[in-house]
Structure formats: C-alpha cells, structure tokens
C-alpha cells in the first residue's frame, strides 16, 4: 500500500506561482508514474500533468502546457507540480495519484493510489 500525502497549496493571486509537493510512502515510489489531477467547485476531477517513473517523460494537460512543471525526486519519493503564471481558472483541489503498471495515461481509472487533495485558490 502506498500513502500519498500532498502539501503547499494555497491562496495565490492571478498571475502568482506555487509549488505542490506529493511525498509517497514505500519503497516502489521510483517504479510508479505519477500524475496530479484537479477538481473545482461542481466539475469532474480532471487531468493536469503525468511523469513516468524515471522522470524522463511527461505529458501536460493542453490548459497548462507551458505554465505547469511536474518533476520528481525518487530519492525523497516525491514528485512536484510547479504552477506558473496561475489564472483563477486553475482554482480546484489539487489530487496526486501513483500508477503501478507506469503508463502515461490520463484517465482516472489507471491510477491506483491518490492523496486526499490540496486546495489552490486563485484570485483575479
């Protein structure tokens, strides 16, 4: 069983940065892609970014290609969101979730483990 555990959201004004850290319990944390996803007030949860296990690969949401970084650091089993340039749009809760089989993939469902979310709040 993995245990996510996300931190560093916050209110942040439009335009402003924050940085979203998801550190991962166990010892196959460098095996997992991990992905964060969002959910604002009254949509569905949504997809932001994907990193493969080994860092080399990502895959970003079309809404935040060029603004959002996601990274990791297998020797502290945590992966990050770096969010640049924030719009009130990006306001939601926050979510990081660990996929065993490594894939790339957008959809929910490939996930297997998730944290229990970190609001970002985004002024205009």
């Known amino acids: 069983q993995v245990q996510l555990v996300e931190s560093g959201g916050g209110l942040v004004q439009a335009g402003g940065s924050l940085r979203l850290s998801c550190a991962a319990s166990?010892?196959?944390?460098?095996?997992?892609?991990m992905g964060w996803f969002c959910q604002a007030p009254g949509k569905e949860r949504a997809f932001v970014a994907v990193?493969?296990?080994?860092?080399?690969?990502?895959r970003y949401a079309d809404s935040v290609q060029g603004r959002f970084t996601i990274s990791r650091d297998n020797a502290k089993n945590t992966v990050y969101l770096q969010m640049n340039n924030l719009k009130p749009e990006d306001t939601a809760v926050y979510y990081c979730?660990?996929?065993?089989?490594?894939?790339?993939?957008?959809?929910?469902?490939?996930?297997?483990?998730w944290g229990q979310g970190t609001q970002v709040t985004v002024s205009s």
């Open positions: 990193i493969s296990s080994s860092g080399v690969r990502t």
């Open positions: 979730a660990a996929d065993r089989q490594g894939t790339l993939l957008s959809t929910q469902a490939a996930y297997d483990y």
């Open positions: 166990g010892r196959t944390f460098s095996t997992y892609s």
